[in-house]
Every structure is written in structure tokens, then in C-alpha cells.
């Protein structure tokens, strides 16, 4: 598929695509990183689909394919954010030397 191809593909069902994003996104509630909204989210969601638009087969309907790669996105997502190992609060109570 060549790139204007994929821009007019893209295009032509963007409506539909918004509806299965926005569908998905409102089942989930990421509050772990305050600066990124449900917008946010639906843009990264919008931008993969954009680029793996060449695996979609045109002769299937786009809806299933795109709620496919809309959960995808959103498991890998909060699996990357809820599931870093973040270095402990040095200054925290628990992490005092009297404590230990």
C-alpha cells in the first residue's frame, strides 16, 4: 500500500475509527500519569493505527480491526505505566535508616 493510498484509506473511515476509539477509551481510566488525558490517549491510539493501516485488509470491515489494535493499545499502555519498577521515595518514612 503506498502512502497516499494508505492517507486516503485512513481518511475515508476516520469517522469510524473515532467511534471505536472513543468506544474503548471509555471503558478504561488511566489516572496513573496526570498529564496525559483521554484525548491523549486516543491520538496514540489514532497514530498506530495510522501506521499498521498496510496489515488491514480491505475487504473486511474496519470496526473489528480497529477495536482489535484500539485494546491492544490501551493494555500495552497501562501495562508500560502501571507496571515500572520505580525507584522508591528516599525521603518516605519507611525508607529511614531507623526504620530498616
Known amino acids: 500500500m503506498t502512502q497516499p493510498e494508505r492517507d486516503l484509506l485512513f481518511e475515508k473511515h476516520l469517522t469510524e475509527i473515532n467511534n471505536v476509539i472513543q468506544k474503548h477509551l ?8 496526570a498529564w496525559l488525558g483521554i484525548e491523549d490517549l486516543a491520538q496514540i491510539i489514532r497514530l498506530h493505527i495510522y501506521k499498521k493501516l498496510h496489515l488491514f485488509d480491505t475487504e473486511k470491515k474496519i470496526g473489528p480491526w480497529v477495536g482489535s489494535i484500539a485494546k ?17 521515595c528516599l525521603k518516605c518514612a519507611c525508607e529511614l535508616p531507623e526504620n530498616n
Open 26 to 33: 471509555t471503558k478504561w481510566h488511566l489516572t496513573a500519569i
Open 72 to 88: 491492544n493499545q490501551i493494555f500495552n499502555i497501562s501495562r508500560n505505566v502501571y507496571s515500572s519498577k520505580t525507584r522508591p
